[in-house]
């Protein structure tokens, strides 16, 4: 592949994937004004927008977003094989509660299709809260090579590894069976407040601007999941903060 970056320096572009604000998630309390102000103030160089309803276009994202912070709409949509994280595409089409039928969408629309938070509520099942790839508990996967298996693996192109709503068991499950399937793993906080916003990151190679630069990073497989435990914030919290990620996100 040819390098588009010959001549300058190295660079990194450091975005979280995985992002809900109040506009396009009715289970977030992070407006998009706080969370353009905050990503800012912690270093991030873009966000993407993985609403629950999608609905973000590009023109809504420039009058709303400062320039020098990269906003991508996307999407996570609940299927039939837990929930998937969509890229280059801003809005559902007919078909999306499979995983089947968002890989279609996702091709007709030549975006990227991610399985979120894959083993989330895997280890440490809470009453009536079961795995979305795994609802009955006792076909638990016991490794990380049988739960590559699962079809949905199939269908994506990539896997969440770091979540910032899941437990460090459950990242380093997920980063197990990536490794099973040769997936690099993205990151994302799964923020739904201030709170957690940037713990969980995905680091591209090069400079990310767009969502062309974003699809076009996925595809070539030219970023790596990271994890900011020591993130600091000098401001304090200008809301009120709940919990990165609900049960049911
Ligand atoms: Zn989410
Ligand atoms: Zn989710």
């Known amino acids: ?19 809900h604000t109040s506009r396009g998630s009715s289970d977030s309390n992070l407006t998009p004004e706080q969370l353009a102000e905050r990503a800012i103030e912690i ?3 873009g966000v993407c ?6 609905g973000w276009d590009r023109r809504e994202i420039e009058r709303t977003f400062p320039s020098e912070l990269t906003v991508i709409g996307g999407i996570e949509a609940a299927t039939d094989a837990g929930h998937v994280l969509v890229y280059g595409m801003q809005s559902y089409v ?13 091709d007709r629309a030549g975006g990227v299709m991610v399985s979120a938070h894959p083993f989330r509520n895997l280890f440490n ?29 199939g269908a994506v192109d990539e896997m969440e590894t770091a979540n910032g709503g899941n437990t460090p068991e459950e990242n380093e499950f997920a980063a ?27 680091v591209f190679d090069g400079d990310v601007r767009s969502e062309a630069d974003l699809i076009e990073a996925l595809r070539n497989r030219a970023f790596a999941p990271a994890e900011r435990p020591a993130l600091k914030v000098s401001a304090p919290l200008s809301t009120h903060s709940q919990d990165v990620c609900a049960d049911d996100d």
Request: proline content about 8%.
């Open 1 to 19: 592949m040819p390098n588009r970056y010959e001549g300058k320096a190295p660079l990194v572009t450091v975005f979280d994937l995985h992002v």
């Open 43 to 45: 270093g991030l160089d």
């Open 49 to 54: 927008l993985t609403e629950h309803g999608g």
């Open 94 to 106: 007919n078909g999306m509660h499979s995983a089947a039928g968002v890989r279609k969408a996702v």
């Open 125 to 153: 099942p809470r009453p009536n809260i079961a795995n979305l790839l795994y609802p009955d508990p006792c076909a638990r996967p016991e490794s990380p090579r049988r739960a590559s298996e699962h079809s949905v693996f």
């Open 176 to 202: 197990a069976v990536a490794r099973e399937l040769g997936l690099r793993g993205t990151g994302g906080s799964d923020a739904h407040s201030l709170h957690g916003l940037g713990r969980c990151v995905t």
